[in-house]
C-alpha cells in the first residue's frame, strides 16, 4: 500500500472533522431552539414534570465547553502532527544526504584500493592516488565528527575551551586559515572595520563557524568566489558580517536555512553535496556563546550575508562570560582528574 | 580485464566527486575506453549532444539537472543508449524509478571495480548482439501487440510506446521461448548476463513495467504470466 505522506490527506482529514463536529453543533442548537420555540406555544398545557429547563441549559453549555475542548485537542494533535511529518521529511532527507556524503569518499578509497590490487600503476599515479585517498579519509573524518558533536551540542557535553580572546586578531587568524584551506586567494576576499574590543570565545568552535560560511560561499557560487568581511562593534556586541556573492538564498528560504537538516533543492544551485547540519551548527555554536546569528540576501543570484553577534566581554553579560570560562575550568579539571586514572 | 572487443568505445562518464571521477577514468581507460567526463547534468546532455556515445555511466545526485533527469532526455533521444545508473542511493524507491525510466542497469556505490568494468561489458556486449539479432527478426505480431525490435517500438491497440534495449532483448527471450516456463536466474543469466545471486529483484521491475506496458490489467497479465515458485512464462 502506498503510504499517505501528502500534508493534504491530513489537512482534509482534519477539515473534514471540524465541519462534522461544526454540523453537530449547528444541528443540536437547531433541535434546542425548535424545542424551545414549541415548548413556549405549548409549554402552558404541558405538565410541569416533563418541563425542566434548567438541566436542558446545562447541558447545552456543558456539552458546548466540551465539544471546543475536543476541537482545541484535536487543533493541537493536528499541529503535533504536521510538525511530527516535517521532522520526519527532513530527516529522510538527511539520511539520504548523510548515505550520500558517507558513501562517496568510501566508494573512492575502495575504488583506489582495488585498482592498486589488481593492476601494475606507475609511481607517480600511485603516489597521486594515495593522496586521493587521504583526501577522501579526511572528509570522511570530519563528517562523522561533525555528526558526533552536533550530538554532544544538543546534549550540552561538547568540551568547551571558552578563553577571553582579542577579536580583532582572533577573526584575522580564523579567515586566513579558512581561505588556505578552502582555496580562497587573497584577492578574493576583504576585511573592512576593526575592534578592540575582547569577547569570551572557544577558538575552534568558532573555526567551525567562519570555516562553514566559507565552505557554503565557496560551494554555492556560480564564478569565482568574491567575500567581503565586516568587522564592527557597538557597546554590547561584536558584529561580523560575511558577505559573498554567491546564488543568493530566496526569502522563503531564508526562514529556514538554519534549521536542523534544512538543505534547499533548486536546479540552479551548482553543488548538491552537504548533509544539512552546517548552518544548523555554526548557529547553535554562536547561540552557546551567548550571541546571535542571522541571515540576508536581496535575492537569488545577489549574493548572501551572514551576520554573527557576540557579546562583548568588558561590558555586556559579564556574568555569562564569565560562566562560560567556568565551564572550561570544570571541563579540564575533569579532564585531568581522568587523565590521572 | 582487458579485452579487443570493446577497445575504443566511448563512454560518457557522468560523476560530480572529483575523486572517483578521477579513479573511474583511469580504469576506464585501462581497459581501452575512451572516456569523456561530464561533472553535472547540463555538461551531461551537451557532451551527448556533441558526441556519439556507446554507453553511459551516471551519477544520481548530479548538480543542475539530477541524473534521473539527465537518463529521461537522452532515453527520448536514443532509446537504444545503454545507461548504467551508479549511485550511493541504495532505496527501493530510486532503483524502481531508475528502472522506470529506462535504464539498463544500477549499481549502487561503495562497487567493485571489476563487477563494474563486467557490467559495462555486459552492456556494451548486449547492445552488439542486439543490433545483430534485430536486424534478423525485427517485428512479431500477435493479438492486439506488435513490436518493432528494431526501432524499439511496443504497440498495443491504440498505445505506442518506447522500449529500452532490456526491455526488447526480454520480449525478444519471451517470444523466443514462448509457452515455457522461464526462471528469474535464467532471465538474468541469458538476457542481463549477470550472476543470478546478485538481484532478482531487477528482472521483477522490468516484468512489471513490460506488463503495464502491455496488459489491459496489469494485475491480471495475459502475456507474461507468473508462475509461483517458478518464474514467467510468455503466451500470446
Same mark, same amino acid.
Given at each position: 500500500?502506498?503510504?499517505?505522506?501528502?500534508?493534504?490527506?491530513?489537512?482534509?482529514?482534519?477539515?473534514?472533522?471540524?465541519?462534522?463536529?461544526?454540523?453537530?453543533?449547528?444541528?443540536?442548537?437547531?433541535?434546542?431552539?425548535?424545542?424551545?420555540?414549541?415548548?413556549?406555544?405549548?409549554?402552558?398545557?404541558?405538565p410541569p414534570q416533563i418541563i425542566s429547563e434548567a438541566s436542558?441549559?446545562?447541558?447545552?453549555?456543558?456539552?458546548?465547553?466540551?465539544?471546543?475542548?475536543?476541537?482545541?485537542?484535536?487543533?493541537?494533535?493536528?499541529?503535533?502532527?504536521?510538525?511530527?511529518?516535517?521532522?520526519?521529511?527532513?530527516?529522510?532527507?538527511?539520511?539520504?544526504?548523510?548515505?550520500?556524503?558517507?558513501?562517496?569518499?568510501?566508494?573512492?578509497?575502495?575504488?583506489?584500493?582495488?585498482?592498486?590490487?589488481?593492476?601494475?600503476?606507475?609511481?607517480?599515479?600511485?603516489?597521486?592516488?594515495?593522496?586521493?585517498?587521504?583526501?577522501?579519509?579526511?572528509?570522511?573524518?570530519?563528517?562523522?565528527?561533525?555528526?558526533?558533536?552536533?550530538?554532544?551540542?544538543?546534549?550540552?557535553?561538547?568540551?568547551?575551551?571558552?578563553?577571553?580572546?582579542?577579536?580583532?586578531?582572533?577573526?584575522? &587568524? %580564523?579567515?586566513?586559515?579558512?581561505?588556505?584551506?578552502?582555496?580562497? @586567494? =587573497?584577492?578574493?576576499?576583504? #576585511?573592512?572595520? $576593526? +575592534?578592540?574590543?575582547?569577547?569570551?570565545?572557544?577558538?575552534?568552535?568558532?573555526?567551525?563557524?567562519?570555516?562553514?560560511?566559507?565552505?557554503?560561499?565557496?560551494?554555492?557560487?556560480?564564478?569565482?568566489?568574491?567575500?567581503?568581511?565586516?568587522?564592527?562593534?557597538?557597546?554590547?556586541?561584536?558584529?561580523?558580517?560575511?558577505?559573498?556573492?554567491?546564488?543568493?538564498?530566496?526569502?522563503?528560504?531564508?526562514?529556514?536555512?538554519?534549521?536542523?537538516?534544512?538543505?534547499?533543492?533548486?536546479?540552479?544551485?551548482?553543488?548538491?553535496?552537504?548533509?544539512?547540519?552546517?548552518?544548523?551548527?555554526?548557529?547553535?555554536?554562536?547561540?552557546?556563546?551567548?550571541?546571535?546569528?542571522?541571515?540576508?540576501?536581496?535575492?537569488?543570484?545577489?549574493?548572501?550575508?551572514?551576520?554573527? &553577534? %557576540?557579546?562583548?566581554?568588558?561590558?555586556?553579560?559579564?556574568?555569562? @562570560? =564569565?560562566?562560560?570560562?567556568? #565551564?572550561?575550568? $570544570? +571541563?579540564?579539571?575533569?579532564?585531568?582528574?581522568?587523565?590521572?586514572? | 580485464?582487458?579485452?579487443?572487443?570493446?577497445?575504443?568505445?566511448?563512454?560518457?562518464?557522468?560523476?560530480?566527486?572529483?575523486?572517483?571521477?578521477?579513479?573511474?577514468?583511469?580504469?576506464?581507460?585501462?581497459?581501452?575506453?575512451?572516456?569523456?567526463?561530464?561533472?553535472?547534468?547540463?555538461?551531461?546532455?551537451?557532451e551527448f549532444n556533441s558526441k556519439q556515445f556507446d554507453l553511459?555511466?551516471?551519477?544520481?545526485?548530479?548538480?543542475?539537472?539530477?541524473?534521473?533527469?539527465?537518463?529521461?532526455?537522452?532515453?527520448?533521444?536514443?532509446?537504444?543508449?545503454?545507461?548504467?545508473?551508479?549511485?550511493?542511493?541504495?532505496?527501493?524507491?530510486?532503483?524502481?524509478?531508475?528502472?522506470?525510466?529506462?535504464?539498463?542497469?544500477?549499481?549502487?556505490?561503495?562497487?567493485?571495480?571489476?563487477?563494474?568494468?563486467?557490467?559495462?561489458?555486459?552492456?556494451?556486449?548486449?547492445?552488439?548482439?542486439?543490433?545483430?539479432?534485430?536486424?534478423?527478426?525485427?517485428?512479431?505480431?500477435?493479438?492486439?501487440?506488435?513490436?518493432?525490435?528494431?526501432?524499439?517500438?511496443?504497440?498495443?491497440?491504440?498505445?505506442?510506446?518506447?522500449?529500452?534495449?532490456?526491455?526488447?532483448?526480454?520480449?525478444?527471450?519471451?517470444?523466443?521461448?514462448?509457452?515455457?516456463?522461464?526462471?528469474?536466474?535464467?532471465?538474468?543469466?541469458?538476457?542481463?548476463?549477470?550472476?543470478?545471486?546478485?538481484?532478482?529483484?531487477?528482472?521483477?521491475?522490468?516484468?512489471?513495467?513490460?506488463?503495464?506496458?502491455?496488459?489491459?490489467?496489469?494485475?491480471?497479465?495475459?502475456?507474461?504470466?507468473?508462475?509461483?515458485?517458478?518464474?514467467?512464462?510468455?503466451?500470446?
Open positions: 500500500m502506498r503510504k499517505r505522506n501528502s500534508l493534504l490527506y491530513y489537512v482534509l482529514v482534519f477539515t473534514s472533522a471540524q465541519i462534522a463536529w461544526l454540523s453537530l453543533v449547528g444541528l443540536w442548537i437547531y433541535w434546542y431552539v425548535s424545542n424551545y420555540v414549541i415548548m413556549t406555544k405549548v409549554g402552558e398545557n404541558v436542558n441549559v446545562f447541558a447545552l453549555v456543558s456539552g458546548l465547553i466540551l465539544l471546543v475542548l475536543i476541537s482545541v485537542s484535536m487543533s493541537l494533535i493536528f499541529i503535533y502532527l504536521t510538525r511530527q511529518m516535517n521532522i520526519t521529511r527532513l530527516y529522510d532527507n538527511f539520511i539520504a544526504n548523510i548515505t550520500h556524503e558517507l558513501k562517496s569518499p568510501l566508494s573512492s578509497i575502495q575504488l583506489y584500493l582495488e585498482t592498486m590490487n589488481s593492476r601494475n600503476i606507475p609511481e607517480i599515479k600511485k603516489k597521486e592516488f594515495l593522496n586521493l585517498m587521504m583526501k577522501d579519509a579526511d572528509r570522511l573524518n570530519k563528517l562523522i565528527t561533525s555528526i558526533l558533536n552536533i550530538s554532544q551540542l544538543e546534549k550540552k557535553h561538547l568540551a568547551y575551551n571558552f578563553q577571553v580572546c582579542k577579536f580583532d586578531q582572533l577573526i584575522n &587568524e %580564523l579567515i586566513n586559515e579558512a581561505s588556505e584551506q578552502f582555496k580562497i @586567494g =587573497k584577492d578574493s576576499f576583504i #576585511i573592512e572595520g $576593526k +575592534t578592540s574590543s575582547r569577547s569570551v570565545v572557544d577558538r575552534s568552535a568558532l573555526k567551525i563557524v567562519i570555516n562553514n560560511l566559507f565552505d557554503n560561499a565557496a560551494k554555492y557560487s556560480d564564478g569565482p568566489v568574491k567575500l567581503k568581511i565586516h568587522l564592527e562593534a557597538n557597546k554590547k556586541f561584536i558584529q561580523v558580517k560575511v558577505s559573498d556573492s554567491g546564488i543568493g538564498i530566496s526569502p522563503r528560504d531564508q526562514k529556514t536555512i538554519f534549521q536542523k537538516f534544512q538543505r534547499i533543492y533548486n536546479k540552479n544551485v551548482p553543488n548538491v553535496k552537504g548533509t544539512g547540519l552546517g548552518l544548523y551548527w555554526a548557529k547553535e555554536i554562536i547561540k552557546y556563546h551567548g550571541g546571535k546569528m542571522s541571515v540576508s540576501s536581496p535575492g537569488i543570484g545577489k549574493g548572501t550575508t551572514f551576520t554573527i &553577534e %557576540l557579546p562583548i566581554f568588558q561590558t555586556a553579560k559579564r556574568r555569562r @562570560g =564569565k560562566r562560560l570560562l567556568k #565551564i572550561t575550568r $570544570k +571541563t579540564k579539571q575533569q579532564m585531568e582528574a581522568s587523565d590521572e586514572f | 580485464m582487458s579485452s579487443e572487443q570493446y577497445k575504443g568505445n566511448k563512454i560518457l562518464l557522468v560523476e560530480d566527486e572529483e575523486s572517483l571521477a578521477i579513479g573511474l577514468e583511469y580504469n576506464l581507460s585501462e581497459e581501452e575506453f575512451d572516456v569523456t567526463l561530464a561533472k553535472d547534468g547540463r555538461q551531461a546532455i551537451t553511459i555511466i551516471l551519477d544520481i545526485m548530479i548538480p543542475y539537472l539530477d541524473g534521473f533527469e539527465v537518463a529521461k532526455k537522452i532515453r527520448s533521444l536514443d532509446p537504444q543508449m545503454p545507461i548504467l545508473i551508479l549511485t550511493a542511493r541504495t532505496s527501493a524507491e530510486d532503483r524502481i524509478k531508475g528502472l522506470e525510466l529506462g535504464v539498463d542497469d544500477y549499481l549502487t556505490k561503495p562497487f567493485h571495480l571489476e563487477e563494474l568494468i563486467l557490467r559495462i561489458k555486459g552492456m556494451l556486449k548486449r547492445k552488439m548482439w542486439y543490433k545483430s539479432i534485430s536486424n534478423i527478426d525485427s517485428k512479431y505480431k500477435a493479438k492486439n501487440i506488435e513490436i518493432d525490435f528494431e526501432r524499439l517500438y511496443l504497440v498495443v491497440g491504440s498505445k505506442s510506446n518506447t522500449l529500452t534495449v532490456h526491455e526488447g532483448m526480454l520480449l525478444k527471450y519471451f517470444i523466443e521461448n514462448k509457452n515455457r516456463i522461464i526462471s528469474r536466474k535464467e532471465l538474468l543469466e541469458k538476457v542481463w548476463q549477470i550472476n543470478s545471486e546478485i538481484e532478482t529483484r531487477t528482472v521483477d521491475t522490468f516484468i512489471a513495467r513490460l506488463r503495464k506496458l502491455m496488459e489491459q490489467d496489469p494485475t491480471h497479465p495475459v502475456y507474461i504470466k507468473s508462475v509461483r515458485g517458478a518464474g514467467y512464462m510468455f503466451s500470446d
